[in-house]
């Protein structure tokens, strides 16, 4: 073969290695995020084995180090965090209850029954991949006013703690205060004190020099 030949081949191979590349990066950016199953293109109830090729062989071909597109790094992080989700016992467990809530949702609408033909059918499985979303979707939105209220709940805590705190800080100001004065309200007694016997004395000497009258 001519080494012509050759480079125009290598060429085209190169192109559709990167076309293959930009494709995927794209697949992942588009997948629902919170479905960890869609991301790595895979279906639910594969073993932990699976997942972990599927994501060695995806993240080989799209890390940002083997290709130009600048959506990689995105894609990789995407890619990344759904192997996480799928490879913590909490996380994968949860997303299997919602799959599979999804599917009881959309059998009790239609009124099918668990050996019914439509349950097969491309047309059911496309419904209940949207129907998943949707699942997914609030169930997220259930987790957040969750951290929500626990927030607003620590906050609430916090401030009657530091309510407490300054309520004490007062108490304690207040007692120096208190005991800081006790000279001077001792001092202050003892002149009162002073002052009712002065009024005793000069009101006996006065006594003693009034006159009878008549």
């Given at each position: ?17 990167e076309f293959t590349k930009d494709a995927e990066i794209d697949r992942i950016r588009k997948a629902f995020s919170l479905d960890a ?56 467990t949860n997303l299997d209850e919602c799959i599979a809530d999804a599917r009881r949702l959309l059998i009790r609408e239609h009124k ?103």
């Amino acid at each position: 073969m001519a080494s012509d030949e050759r480079e125009a081949l290598d060429a085209l191979e190169k192109e559709a290695s990167e076309f293959t590349k930009d494709a995927e990066i794209d697949r992942i950016r588009k997948a629902f995020s919170l479905d960890a199953y869609a991301v790595l293109d895979l279906q639910p109830g594969v073993p932990e084995s699976d997942i972990k090729i599927q994501y060695r062989k995806k993240s080989l071909l799209i890390h940002p180090d083997k290709t130009k597109n600048p959506a990689a790094p995105d894609a990789f992080d995407r890619l990344k965090k759904a192997q996480t989700a799928l490879l913590d016992e909490k996380a994968r467990t949860n997303l299997d209850e919602c799959i599979a809530d999804a599917r009881r949702l959309l059998i009790r609408e239609h009124k099918y029954t668990l050996d019914s033909p439509e349950l097969k059918t491309e047309e059911f499985k496309k419904e209940w991949r949207q129907k998943t979303v949707d699942v997914l979707i609030e169930e997220e939105a259930r987790r957040r006013r969750q951290i929500k209220a626990k927030m607003q709940e620590e906050g609430r805590e916090k401030r009657k703690e530091e309510e407490e705190i300054e309520a004490r800080k007062r108490k304690r100001d207040a007692e120096k205060a208190w005991e800081d004065t006790r000279e001077e309200r001792i001092e202050s007694w003892r002149d009162w004190q002073k002052g009712i016997k002065k009024d005793k004395a000069d009101g006996g000497k006065k006594k003693k020099k009034m006159k009878v009258l008549g």
